[in-house]
């Protein structure tokens, strides 16, 4: 098979690259597997906003989608003037292979996220495809996908760069890290009181928040097992948890608000489900948890960072490296709502720690995790390989950009989950478990019973 480079010189050769000259936007296609709201597709959001206008523009297309995914995602990226083309969701995988097949040849660049299995296939009938970089999340999905056709692989930690790296043994050094961001204009304390209006709640009353998709690693039960203690030594404490139920197990969505029942906690925490105004929304708390057990980098630490928010937190892989016990959060034992409850407490008696975990965790997501330093890594990564596609060699000062950025990565490795994945945590699970694109296929049923 021919590899990245070789397709290089085809594109050359075919005259690919004068079918787009460079007198216009760059057309960037993110490939996704499934469109939820999620930091992949926050990430999109990010970089539709704040990268030069004149010079990309982004598009996106979803593979799949299965009842109960949510719309949002959707309808924030086309209201930023991001194309969604969901014609996949009609379509088989085979169908969806031949439909990527006849879209990619238009585009630049493309970027797949999620080890989407439609891509490479699709990729592979192309005589002269564009360049592709390949984004992810997980360490499993690095070694998801060959790279033969792959001139770059993201990883938004080290874990996951180095274990793309080993698939590119060749070239090691085409995997780097680009971590996840935050837009720190949208985070405004200022809309404390209009928020807790919005809930029915004055200034006094504590609010501590959790934020994520119902999944159970994320093990939402302790926080809920934690509110109802803390409530029973705080009775005017109240909770909200707010994101929806995971399409892959709704059944555990619709448990959670049975234990809330059962726990007592009826007009004290309230499900708000999926809101697109997050970042609003966590000016309105005065801590925020998060319990989770085998998760990555959770970007949503990152955006109760940038509200300023202390946080209770498990030591798991990701927030073990990123936060500092005692300086930017409160860790506690897994699967302890005794010791949860314990910090939250503490929190909401001792305001100038409160105010000292917040603020420090607020300046760490400033320096490293703000689109000011993160987008033009992105930047300098998408001129890098655009000028390779055009047998350019990159420019010294995109070359430095991109080293430099990958030696700070690695002074300070982002954390993420070093573990393979079991199955319930990379879905849909035969057709990510391929090294290769012939044997890649939809786990039976996934596309609404069709093959």
Known sequence: MPDHRETHTARAATGANDRHPVDRPRRVLFVFWWLVIGGEETEVRHLARHLDPARYRLEVIACLRMPGMPEQTHAQLEALGVPVDRAPYRLSFAD?????????????????????????????????????????????????????????????????????????PDRPQHALVIPSMVDLSEFDRGARNAVRAGWGIDDETPVIGWVGRLDRKKRVEDFLQAAAILHARRPEARFVVIGGEDAFMPAYAAGLQALARGLGLDGALAFLGDRPDVPRLLAGLDAFAWLARGEGLPHVILEAGAAGLPIVATPDAGTRKLLEDGETAIFVPHEDPEAVAGALDRLLADRDLAHSLGGNLRHLVERAFAVEAVVPRWTALFDEVLAESRGECPTAEGVRATVDQDAMARARPIPCRARHPTATTLRPTAARASAGSSSMRRVSGARNGRS
């Open 96 to 168: 969806t292979i031949d439909y990527l097949a006849q879209k990619l040849p238009a585009f630049d660049l493309v970027v797949g996220c999620q080890a989407v299995a439609d891509l490479y296939p699709a990729l592979e009938r192309l005589p002269a495809p564009p360049p592709l970089i390949e984004h992810g999340g997980l360490v499993a999905e690095a070694a998801a996908t060959p790279k033969h056709l792959t001139a770059r692989y993201v990883g938004v930690c080290s874990a996951i760069r180095d274990a793309a790296a080993a698939m590119m």
